[in-house]
Structures are given as structure tokens and as C-alpha cells.
């Protein structure tokens, strides 16, 4: 990301199979990413304390559980990292997090992994669904059982409009629906978004759902 050239020497399957290499950004710009600690709300993720966090208990006032899982903070370096990837469209940035990613949905494999869509709109000017490419990036198989309709990008809303936003998502037609499903989103911000797709889903008879994102 600081655009510094990486040297490293071809291995042999590379050389041998015509894999293209993978791009990777230098450990100094890796460091920059806050990994969660174990000091984190057990519903959210979010960091500092390991009591449940205001923004859970809102949720559960409301009858909502959170069972959210994320890897890394989202400080100014990951804020610099989704505003190269996602909007300046720089599509092989989707592997920079392929390892911590493999590990952490290792723990899941159980589940089916559905990631959050976009809006029709929002795919045609990015081209690209954030969150698959991440996915794609570490390997991880995953199923599109949803679809989003457009809607005012949550990116451009503050925190009482993104906490007011109206469902818009739907299933798609002839999908068949596990007992098991973690959906996987880009940023959790306010938890809104995660909660819309998850509601969707249990109204169709989904029993267990987990949510999890790169960033929180």
C-alpha cells in the first residue's frame, strides 16, 4: 500500500505450474492492521473492554442477539485499505488478508459462508463485490443465497441514519437454506447491515446464524 517494490523469489510450484504470484504488501504497512485482542465486548468484537458494549446491549434490548466474530480493528490503516480497495477499485488488495482470514473461518467450517451483497448500482460502478474478492482471495467457498436492492451507500450515512435504515435485503428464488450460516461483511460499524440480512434469514427458517467481518 505505501506502493514500496517487494522482492521475493519464485518457488519451484510457482516457476513450474505458472501460478501467478500473489500480491502481498510489506510487513511494515501489515503492522499498521490492530489485531483484536482478547480485550474485546464478547458480542462485538469491540475492542477495549470484555464487558458486553453499549452498542450490544442496545441490540438485545431490542430482542437482538449479536454473535459477531471480526479480525482486525478499523483504525486510520484499515480506513486507508477499504478506501484503495473499494473505491479506488484496487481489486488485488483482496489478498493482503488471505492467511488471517483462512484462520479464523477455520473455526466455522461447519457453517455456510454468505457474504453481504451489494446494491445492482453499487456492482456495476465497482465491478466487484468487496467481500467475495476477499473471500476468493484466502480460499474460502462460499454461497450467494442474497440480494440487496439500492439504497443510499451506509458508507455516506452517520450513526442515527445508519440505525434507521429500512430492510433491503431478500432471499433469492429456489434457495436451499442450511441450519448453519455466518454471514461475512467488510466493516462492522453500528451492526445495522448484519442484522438486516440476519433477520431476513431467520424468518426463513435459518436456526443458527454468526456474523463476522474483516474489520470492527
Not at 53 to 66: A, F, H, K, N, T
Not at 71 to 99: H, I, P, W
Not at 110 to 127: C, I, M, N, Q, T
Request: charged fraction near 25%; charge should be positive.
Amino acid at each position: 500500500m505505501c506502493s514500496s517494490q517487494l522482492k521475493e523469489r519464485l518457488t519451484f510450484s510457482q516457476f513450474f505450474l505458472l501460478k501467478p504470484e500473489k500480491p502481498r504488501i510489506c510487513s511494515s504497512c501489515f503492522e499498521n492492521f490492530e489485531q483484536i485482542t482478547d480485550q474485546h465486548c464478547p458480542g462485538c468484537c469491540r475492542k477495549g473492554s470484555a464487558e458486553i458494549c453499549s452498542d450490544c446491549q442496545s441490540w438485545s434490548r431490542e430482542g437482538y442477539q449479536v454473535q459477531h466474530f471480526s479480525c482486525f480493528t478499523y483504525n486510520q490503516a484499515m480506513k486507508d485499505y477499504f478506501s484503495q480497495y473499494k473505491f479506488q477499485g484496487d481489486y488485488l488488495l483482496r489478498f493482503v488478508f488471505r492467511e488471517t482470514v483462512r484462520e479464523k473461518m477455520r473455526a466455522f467450517k461447519d457453517y455456510l459462508a454468505v457474504p453481504v451483497p451489494v446494491s445492482p448500482e453499487k456492482f456495476r460502478h465497482r465491478g466487484f463485490n468487496q467481500v467475495e474478492g476477499i473471500l476468493d482471495g484466502a480460499g474460502i467457498a462460499y454461497k450467494n443465497i442474497l440480494e440487496k436492492r439500492d439504497t443510499v451507500a451506509q458508507s455516506s450515512k452517520n450513526r442515527e441514519e445508519r440505525l434507521q435504515t429500512q430492510q433491503c435485503f431478500s432471499i433469492k428464488e429456489d434457495q436451499h437454506l442450511p441450519e448453519k450460516i455466518i454471514l461475512i461483511d467488510d466493516i462492522y460499524t453500528t451492526g445495522k447491515t448484519l442484522q438486516l440480512a440476519k433477520q431476513i434469514l431467520l424468518e426463513a427458517g435459518v436456526k443458527e446464524i454468526l456474523t463476522f467481518s474483516i474489520a470492527r
